[in-house]
Nanobody
Framework: QVQLVESGGGLVQAGGSLRLSCAAS????????MGWFRQAPGKEREFVSA????????QYADSVKGRFTISRDKSKNTMYLQMNSLQPEDTAVYYC??????????????WGQGTQVTVSS
């Protein structure tokens, strides 16, 4: 079983950058597709980005395309989300997930606890 722990969230001004990390435990990490989702107050959890088990295929929500970059380092059992040109509407709790490479929450069966990202204007 894989367990996920996110880190790297914080408070940043609009236009700034943050890099989120998702550290995974468990020997089967490399076989999972992975994804990032986010949930703003009063809103549904939404897809942000996903990456295949090999790292060779990536997918992004239109709202973050060109600003965010997903990657994974199998040697470190870690997935990353580099977030540039952050805007106040990016403010949310960010969750990493494992299970498949999909835009749908139900395709992921392992979730982290989330990390808060707050972007001030």
């Amino acid at each position: 079983q894989v367990q996920l722990v996110e880190s790297g969230g914080g408070l940043v001004q609009a236009g700034g950058s943050l890099r989120l990390s998702c550290a995974a435990s468990g020997r089967t990490f490399s076989t999972y597709g992975m994804g990032w989702f986010r949930q703003a107050p009063g809103k549904e959890r939404e897809f942000v980005s996903a990456i295949s088990w090999s790292g060779g295929i990536t997918q992004y929500a239109d709202s973050v395309k060109g600003r965010f970059t997903i990657s994974r380092d199998k040697s470190k059992n870690t997935m990353y989300l580099q977030m540039n040109s952050l805007q106040p509407e990016d403010t949310a709790v960010y969750y990493c997930a494992a299970g498949g490479m999909s835009t749908r929450r139900l395709d992921y069966d392992i979730w982290g606890q989330g990390t808060q990202v707050t972007v001030s204007s």
